[in-house]
């Protein structure tokens, strides 16, 4: 079995595994691992490489993802913590399958009884104590998790409203895992275009009312993505209105989508200058709008 986990087909044209594909990745690899013995173990760079060794012969108790990572706990008090960042990928394959990627792209391999657990290519994989979990970064700093049944919308709201982030468009303000995890570009986008919120507004320009709808749009797109009962009451994965769509129409009026890199990371950013209009005071949108060559 090889994890149906083409990040192309979850996310348009984007390789950045947000947090709906971590919860999707977690709940493909569970079956394999957990209340499994690790039979083998082992990683290799590059990169930092954990000694996998300290758990062959514990069994695995949990698989779960938060925010962007992947925690993997152990009964001997250990748990491995993944983040694929842009090109890392989880897989899960039968004894003898052969795989489609080269093994020298493995980070970590673990054998089960039933199956093997793949990570190729994620930066980070390393080894922690579980009892440290909470107090290691980034864990430590994690906002609610957006997917968690128990999010805690309250607290988002409070971390986002944080004097730091004040002067922080709410483009980049939006993907701070520390205000909650789980946003990426692709939810970033569709949750602002969906609110109606131009991304380059400032945090300390948007009343409390818009905020809060934010977090709770961020939520239910998170969650439909998932196949989690939502607030938009959508079914299936949410239609992409704005993401990689820059010099299309919009979907809802068809104005044509502007883009342009937004934040330290430089991610791009689309946006409906109908739909989201440019608000007395706030940050003007940089560069001009030349429409993308795009079949009409
Ligand atoms: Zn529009």
Known sequence: MVIAGSLTALAGNSTMPEGDALFRFAAKIRPALEGQVIRSARSHG???????????????????????????????????????R????????????????????????????IAIVVNFSAPVIELIEERALPYHEPIARLGPNLLDDDFDAGEAFRRLRSPGLARTTIG????????????????KNETLFHCGINPWRRVGELDDDLIRAMIEKARALLRASVGKPNSLNLRRRPTMYVYMRGGQPCRRCHTLLRTAPQGIDIRHTAWCPSCQPVTDGQLEPPGRFRPARHPS
Request: some cysteine.
């Open 86 to 113: 842009m090109y890392g990928t989880w897989k899960v394959y039968q004894p003898g399958d052969s795989w489609d990627r080269a093994e020298s792209q493995a980070r970590l391999v673990l054998q089960t009884d």
């Open 46 to 84: 590059p990169g930092p490489v954990p000694r996998v060794d300290r758990i062959v012969g514990a069994t695995c108790t949990s698989v779960r993802s938060q925010g962007k990572n992947m925690l993997i706990s152990f009964d001997n008090g250990l748990a491995l913590r993944g983040h694929l």
């Open 172 to 187: 980049d303000a939006i993907m701070d895992q520390r205000v909650m995890a789980g946003v990426g570009n692709i939810w």
